[in-house]
């Protein structure tokens, strides 16, 4: 499928009913709070539509994003936004007045959230105007509002129809009149609708726009939600690269107070144009398919256009259009692209010849169902992000992972730099004065570490002499549950005879120690060719066979597909694929045959080590929803729960759905289907369950609570008449801004493993705390937020949260702790797998055992 195709397919083409031109803002204004403030441009343009292609005749512009139509896409905006006013806990008794716990050893920590101090009665008092004659330019409107004497000196908001001030008006209905330029006299009448305190939702969101208007007098620039500063570059000039650093930034409303989140970020630039990638591709590749190796390589690519510093996607390539073609302009007059950008930004474009790149921008807070799209030149586009000859350079990637993984006292030392800017700046301290804020210090809070856990093997306990990883004393302990493996086949190519060999001589020798018999396999030699190596499996695989292993002689991944297609759909049998590349590391092949002897062991069925569980007849269930590849809107719904009291076996599904979200509507028959294995294997229904929903994007929480909880209790209910048993769900995100350290020694660190915060920095609408499972080496480890919306199990918080943490102990993939507890990470090592590779459900033969590690 060539580009344009894929374009049409994306469904960007759709007819416009009328157009509605986005107008500049005059300074100092605001838009309304469900729009983002990023949507107040300033360019005065409105190029033509008369040379765009006909599948894109809804209107373009120049590249910089304004006066142009428009087209519903739902745009996505910060989750403390889109979360606001979503109560969960007052509906859960036990912890509607108290959700902190106890137990554990009290940690001092400092956060990257500041104090912002407030007037005690400070409210925001939002009017509706209105002007007659209605005025159609919202510019206008500012500006005859803005001219009238009573509003000079007062901190004001105004997004033409909405007007925000932080004093009182005298009169809750005020009237005014101006002139326009033309002599048209018009009334002007201001209603005031609303008092709203500093916790209200539409307060913390005009909290975040005026600070992100005081990172603008800090010279930082807005890309896509976060801040950069693009005069301290780091530069990689052997690569082409600059490194740009910068902050996502947050206001919220946490327990008892406003405060300001700052998280230390990077924006990583290849110094490379798309025209300069073009040229190259037209050099070294065939020029015959030069088009479309062009647009396979640029589609779907992220931009940057250094001019405006704002961030762009490639969603088709306009051949037909040069720089010297024209537009037309918003007050009538033609221009060519060449000129445009002589005239707006001063640049001057070199090859007059090159296409022009086409890209679909967001429409936030936009109902009008209309097309805007931009015409970028790419002489004047730089990439973003590593391409693969960057990433596969491993000193390369050491060097920037040194730069972006800050260690706590580098990470600290630039938060505390950020607090003195913002102090020491007039116009940044002005802003924020001028509506009565004040930015104050960082928090420092309390917080626990819970106990270390023992892991349990067969016939004795293992107390590693770390706590976050046990690989070590693997080799030591018999595995708790193993089947031995006697009737399996190595599949690899002829001149890969010698590494299948030595792996498995390699996994005899550790998977005795662990219990672990293996029998020596059937090994078949093929051509290094896909075909060759599914045809072979077909060939030799029957009934009996319990495993197939194949020694890949490239990373390819249609051989890869190819085979766990086979080996999931047509003739379930559990597989294992390793590169052959992988397995030459001589010095490496013990500690790889440990690792692989244990995936072995967990898709044969086997069980590897547990931890120690207090709640008995409990069952855990993860879920993950994650995009499919197979076709647009479709996604893969993962589904893993425990299967057993010790909670050391598992039940897999995996559903395909066609849905454009990440909202999961097969729950129902995913949870009947985990209950009926546990029946039988049990011989009783659990009376406990916990589920962890992972994946959730920002703003989806409310539909996780009123679509995605019916699902599963309704489950419960059409399982027995008499089964009622008791059920949490926890919204687990692995990515959050919060980070946390521990001052030791007039210095800071990562917090140790089992660290758990659940006060000052959590908020108060929510049962939620913080938990640190995973250490980590280089940089600051970043806690994983956890947060109850349904809870009638009743544990207290000290038990929610130490259950967490132990499930975190379970991925039989990694022997040491992980970021997220265990049927979380199964889930989504399930929906990667369906979805990238298979693209369709698995068997059902093979949801008793891990196949998909």
């Known amino acids: 499928m060539t580009g344009r195709a894929r374009v ?36 005065t343009d409105l190029p033509g539509t008369e040379r765009i292609p006909q599948r894109f005749k809804e209107g373009a512009s120049a590249g910089d994003g304004a006066g142009c139509t428009l087209v519903r896409r739902g745009g996505k905006t910060f989750n403390s936004f889109l979360e606001l006013g979503i109560y969960t806990r007052e509906k859960l008794a036990h912890v509607k007045d108290c959700k902190t716990g106890s137990s554990g050893a009290p940690v001092k920590l400092v956060t990257n959230l500041f104090n912002i101090g407030l007037p005690r009665e400070w409210h925001l008092f939002q009017y509706h105007v209105t002007f007659s004659p209605d005025l159609a330019s919202k510019r206008l409107r500012i500006a005859l509002l803005y001219s009238h004497s009573k509003f000079l000196k007062k901190a004001k908001v105004f997004d033409g129809s909405m007007l925000f001030l932080s004093e009182q008006l005298e009169e809750k209905v005020t009237k005014l009149s101006g002139e326009t330029q033309k002599g048209i006299y018009v009334t002007i009448t201001i209603t005031l609708i609303n008092e709203l305190p500093s916790s209200s939702p539409t307060c913390i969101q005009f909290f975040n726009v005026i600070f992100k208007k005081v990172f603008r007098k800090l010279s930082m620039y807005q890309i896509g939600r976060n801040f950069y500063s693009p005069s301290d570059p780091v530069e990689i000039p052997q690569h082409k690269l600059s490194l740009w650093p910068g902050f996502a930034i947050s206001v919220s409303q946490f327990e008892n107070k406003l405060m300001f989140t700052a998280n230390v970020t990077h924006k990583v630039l290849r110094n490379e144009t798309v025209l300069e990638l073009m040229t190259d591709l037209y050099n070294r590749k065939e020029k015959l398919y ?31 259009v040069k720089p010297t073609d024209t537009f037309q302009k918003r007050d009538g007059t033609k221009v060519t692209y060449f000129d445009y950008y002589k005239q707006q930004y001063d640049i001057h474009l070199s090859d007059l010849s090159q296409p022009m790149l086409i890209s679909q921008l967001k429409s936030k807070g936009n109902d009008s169902g209309e097309v805007r799209i931009a015409h970028l030149v790419p002489e004047l586009c730089f990439l973003t992000g590593l391409s693969k000859k960057v990433t596969s350079d491993f000193r390369l990637m050491k060097d920037l992972t040194s730069e972006t993984r800050l260690t706590p006292i580098r990470r600290q030392q630039r938060l505390s730099r950020l607090a003195d800017n913002i102090q020491r700046n007039p116009e940044a301290r002005f802003e924020l004065e001028t509506w009565g804020l004040q930015f104050g210090c960082q928090v420092s809070l309390t917080g626990r570490v819970v106990p270390s856990e023992k892991i349990l093997m067969q016939d004795s306990i293992c107390q590693p002499m770390s706590a976050a990883d046990w690989s070590r004393d693997m080799r030591n302990f018999k595995l708790l549950g193993v089947q031995p493996l006697n009737n399996w086949l190595i599949v690899c190519s002829h001149r890969n005879e010698d590494v299948a060999e030595s792996l498995l001589n390699c996994l005899r020798r550790v998977g005795g120690p662990m219990g672990f018999h293996i029998e020596k396999p059937k090994i078949i030699k093929v051509q290094e060719n896909t075909a060759a190596f599914v045809r072979t499996i077909q060939q030799h695989v029957h009934p009996e066979t319990q495993l197939v292993m194949s020694i890949l002689p490239s990373d390819q991944k249609d051989c890869y597909d190819s085979i766990k297609r086979f080996l999931i759909l047509d003739h379930p049998v559990p597989s294992q694929c390793v590169l052959a590349r992988t397995l030459s590391r ?35 269930v993860g879920i993950d929803v994650g995009k499919a590849t197979c076709g647009r809107g479709y ?36 949870m009947k289907g985990a209950l009926n294995k546990w029946y039988r294997i049990n011989h009783c229904f659990p009376s406990r369950i916990i589920v962890y929903r992972d994946g959730v994007g920002d703003g989806q929480l ?9 699902q599963l209790l309704s489950s419960l209910r059409d399982s027995s008449s008499s089964y009622s048993p008791k059920m949490s769900v926890i919204v687990v995100r692995k990515s959050c801004m919060s980070r946390f350290f521990t001052e030791m020694n007039s210095t800071v660190e990562n917090p140790p493993l089992g660290t758990v915060v659940d006060s000052e920095a959590t908020r108060p609408e929510w049962y939620d705390f913080y938990l640190i499972s995973q250490a980590t080496y280089q940089g600051t480890v970043t806690p994983t937020y956890y947060n109850v919306i349904y809870d009638d199990n009743g544990l207290k918080p000290d ?34 797998l369906v979805g990238q590779s298979i693209h369709r459900e698995p068997s059902m033969e093979l949801a008793d055992c891990l196949f998909y590690l």
């Open 8 to 43: 049409r397919a994306r469904g960007l083409c759709r007819s416009v009913e009328s157009r509605q031109l986005v107008e500049p803002q005059p300074s100092g204004s605001w838009n309304h709070p469900t729009v983002s403030d990023s949507e107040a441009s300033t360019s």
């Open 702 to 710: 409310q539909t996780i609570v009123d679509y995605e909880v019916p």
């Open 290 to 320: 030069f088009i479309e190796i062009c647009e396979k390589e640029l589609l779907g690519c992220i931009v940057l256009t250094r001019y405006n510093n704002k961030t762009y996607r490639i969603d088709d390539i306009d051949w037909s």
């Open 586 to 620: 001589q010095g490496m092949m013990m500690n790889l045959a440990t690792k692989i002897a244990m995936q072995m062991v967990c898709k044969l069925g086997g069980e590897l080590w547990a931890v120690e569980i207090p709640l008995k007849s409990l069952m855990v």
């Open 635 to 670: 996604s893969a719904v993962g589904f893993v729960a425990s299967s057993n009291f010790r909670i050391t076996r598992w039940f897999s599904r995996c559903i395909l759905q066609n849905t454009k979200n990440d909202i999961a509507d097969c729950l129902k028959v995913c």
């Open 799 to 832: 038990h929610m949260q130490r259950l967490t943490y132990k499930l975190c102990h379970l991925y039989y993939n990694w022997p040491g702790l992980i970021k997220i507890p265990a049927p979380c990470q199964y889930a989504h090592k399930l929906t990667s």
